[in-house]
Structure formats: C-alpha cells, structure tokens
Nanobody, 126 residues
Framework: EVQLVESGGGFVQAGGSLRLSCAASGFTFDDHAIGWFRQAPGKEREGVSCISSYDGSVYYADSVKGRFTSANDNAKNTVYLQMNSLKPEDTAVYYC???????????????????WGQGTQVTVSS
C-alpha cells in the first residue's frame, strides 16, 4: 500500500522558514517523481515543485523559485521541501504526491500523480 506522510508544517512570520518532509512507502522510491502541491482556501491546487527520485532534477513553480528547495534522501525514502523567505501568500495546506512517472514534470497537475498524503498546514503571518 502506497503511503505518503507529510510533516513540518506550522505557523511562521513572514520572512521565516519551514522545512516540510514527505516520508514515502509502498512503492519503489527511485522509480517515481515526487511532487509538492499546495491549496489555499478558495483557490485551486497549485503544483509547487516536482523532484525526480532517480536523478534529483527538480522543477519549481515561478511563485516559489529562488525561495523553495526540494531534495530527496533515497536512503530514507523521504523528500524535503525547504521553504525560505516565506510570504503570507504561501499560506496553504501542502501535499506531497507520487507521480506515475520517474522524470520531473513541468507545470505538474493533479492528474499526473497517483497517490497523495494527508497534507500539512503552513500559515505565514504578515
């Protein structure tokens, strides 16, 4: 059974940092890209990043490029999202998801991903 468990969300002031973790199990980690998505109240789900567990290549949405960094630890089957210089507009529930594919996906959409974690709340105050 595929399982994805996010952790690391919380409350932070603007300009602060958080690191999210996504612990994965139930599938061959190296064979699938992992995506991070976020959804704010009343807004559509947005693809934030996508990392290939095979070669570590990463896609970032323009809204987070230069502030967020995704990395994987294949030994731990875990993907991280380091979020720096946080802004109030980053406030959302953040989800990780496992892709059907091994390579990164530019402009990832929900349809490209097979299984999802339960989400973790990130709140950034101004």
């Amino acid at each position: 059974e595929v399982q994805l468990v996010e952790s690391g969300g919380g409350f932070v002031q603007a300009g602060g940092s958080l690191r999210l973790s996504c612990a994965a199990s139930g599938f061959t980690f190296d064979d699938h890209a992992i995506g991070w998505f976020r959804q704010a109240p009343g807004k559509e789900r947005e693809g934030v990043s996508c990392i290939s567990s095979y070669d570590g290549s990463v896609y970032y949405a323009d809204s987070v490029k230069g502030r967020f960094t995704s990395a994987n630890d294949n030994a731990k089957n875990t993907v991280y999202l380091q979020m720096n210089s946080l802004k109030p507009e980053d406030t959302a529930v953040y989800y990780c998801a496992v892709s059907y594919y091994s390579g990164i996906i530019s402009l990832p959409s929900s349809a490209d991903f097979a299984s999802w974690g339960q989400g973790t709340q990130v709140t950034v105050s101004s």
